[in-house]
């Protein structure tokens, strides 16, 4: 099993070493160095491009892209507060110039929901976003790495193979994270799944080392000959979820005990006010099949509220001669923070 977690660190992942950095901020007051619509910035990138998408009280609008770009947020806060915010991101493909989002990444956005507009956009990371809606790939569109995303829909894989979802919170109204799948090459793995019924439409996944918190009952014309490893399924010791569910085959898994959040209730809607780490006393504490804790906060990439990644800011400006005469320099002593990609 430890090569499943092998396959997230080796996951593809190419910079080019001569890309710009793009400033983008539609607050009014922005250096004037900074662009202030995404999607103009978008227009003028190269391939291999980075966006730095400052945050803001306004969204950024709707944003498509059809070429490899990186594009960083603040990170998330669960709430409609400052963020780098998208209200939809459309990944499509232009035929003049040929061109292809393939091998872009969107990290610390806060996004409606993200589609794929075309077939063959491949090798896609998605990490440390906020969405208030789900993900859609389109068809052929193979390689994508989906961790440490707060996801409050679900996410449409259209039999697509090589996905790795690990390490995300879904808190979904559809009662299902993922729909449209029967590939064995898709991994799900280390999540917490709140209002769990059962994976649409899914076979032959390998779902290993997740928390579900369940409110239905299976129905194995909807999951079946999935393999489950060393996952919790709770709801209450009266009305129990089977672990692994009808219809699918495992091991190791821990049917209906209180995963014992550190301070958070074990059933009922999420609460982005608890902390959902588990308790020295949890059936899953250390009980993973990589020896770390089932769940979100396990594996190799644990999950990190509010998005793993920031973007540069300066913090203090400081004048050290602020009394001069005409001619001479103005000396600024600046701290900032590096961008933590």
């Known amino acids: 099993m430890k090569k499943i977690f092998l396959m997230v660190i080796l996951f593809p992942i190419t910079f ?9 901020d539609n607050n009014p007051n922005r250096p004037n160095s900074y662009v202030g619509d995404l999607q103009l910035a978008v227009n003028s990138a190269s391939s291999g491009d980075t966006l730095y998408v400052y945050p803001s009280n306004t969204s950024y609008g709707t944003i498509s892209i059809n070429k490899r770009l990186y594009l960083f947020g603040k990170g998330f806060d669960g709430t409609q507060g400052y963020v780098s915010r998208i209200n939809y991101l459309n990944l499509d493909t232009a035929t003049s110039p040929a061109t292809n989002p393939s091998g872009s990444s969107f990290q610390g956005l806060t996004i409606n929901s993200l589609s794929c507009q075309k077939p ?6 998605v990490a440390g976003n906020y969405f208030n809606g789900g993900i859609t790939l389109g068809y052929n569109c193979s390689g994508w790495l989906i ?3 707060y996801v409050e829909n679900n996410i449409n894989l259209n ?17 299902y994270p993922i729909s449209n799948s029967n590939s064995s090459s898709v991994i ?12 649409y439409q899914v076979s032959n996944a390998i779902v290993t080392d997740n928390i579900f918190i369940c409110s239905g009952s299976t129905n194995p014309s909807y999951m079946y000959n999935n393999i489950f490893y060393n996952n919790i399924s709770w709801r209450t010791t009266l009305n129990p979820y089977a672990m692994p569910p009808e219809a699918n085959i495992g091991s190791g898994n821990k049917s209906n005990q209180d995963p014992q959040f550190m301070t ?8 982005i006010t608890k902390d959902y780490h588990l308790k020295t006393s ?11 804790d ?16 920031t973007i540069p800011k300066i913090t203090e400006a400081n004048i050290t001669n602020p009394v001069i005469n005409v001619s001479t320099p103005i000396n600024v002593n600046v701290k900032a923070t590096k961008a933590g990609l």
């Open 120 to 125: 063959n956009i491949t090798n896609i990371i």
């Open 264 to 271: 958070a209730l074990s059933s009922g809607d999420f609460d």
């Open 294 to 309: 089932i769940g979100p906060y396990g594996g190799s990439n644990p999950f990190v509220w509010g998005g793993s990644f």
């Open 16 to 24: 080019e070493a001569f890309s710009t950095i793009i400033n983008v």
């Open 147 to 149: 961790i440490n995303n």
């Open 159 to 175: 039999s697509n193979s090589s996905i790795i979802i690990s390490n995300n919170i879904f808190h979904s109204g559809y009662s």
């Open 188 to 199: 799900f793995s280390h999540n917490l799944v709140v209002n769990f019924y059962y994976l």
């Open 282 to 292: 949890s059936p899953g504490k250390n009980a993973a099949t990589d020896g770390t």
